[in-house]
């Protein structure tokens, strides 16, 4: 069960309702790190996750595309006129129910019916609030927050949302990025995670595709990097390159790393 995962997003929507309640008509306006979204957008963004999660008959804007991507942005142009303070009062409403939806999925009736999400693959019912923590932790410190976001100041919980941030990370890699990676795979490569946790896992190919295992068992390729930085540029907002260091042959591993892009 991901209950950490669960305590991970509730800490990160009390974070959120905390940062938002300063907010200003200059800050709710302003651009994200997030290409096309104002603060006014992403927090839309980060409600309508809970409701999706929340409300079994809500009506999803139309998507052609069949992507999950085009499905937010979809999301966020459908209340990018509401005033702020109703993007907020959104946002409390739907973390509420978002969350005791959550802990409900936890239970062992729940937790192992799955749930095909679009392009992003398919997944257990538990591992929802791993997707939470996952998608507020990277908007919230690498979109919104200074140094990357243009609000100065906010407490993040980064402590109690990267584990199972990190769990969908490596649960969504073989379905979002699988078939790319196992071009690229020549051996089987090694991610080792320090800073605010300390993991290592072992990126694999074998007759049932790409497998990404925990282990510290590590073959010879190598890419080290902080976990925080992975949360970057596991999902294309920057470049490894200047965050990964590299043991064993390093024409592989960046091949690897190259075909990682993570929702």
Known sequence: MSDAGLAGARALAENTVKIAEQFGTTEWEADTACHGWRVHDLIGHMAFFFNFIADPDLVFPSNPSGKSERLNDAAVRERAD????????YYREQSEAGLAT???LQTEELRNNTLEMLDLGTYRLHQLSDAVSFDHLVHLTSDLLAPFGPIPHGEIDVAAAVDPAIDWMVAGLPQMCGEAVATALTSPVALRLNGATE???????GDGGVTVTESDDVPENVATTQATEFLRWGTTRSAWRSAVEVSGDRRTVAAVLDAIDIV
């Open 102 to 104: 959550l802990a409900a």
């Open 199 to 205: 993991r290592t896992f072992v990126i694999s190919h």
């Open 82 to 89: 509401l005033p702020h303070e109703q993007i907020l009062d």
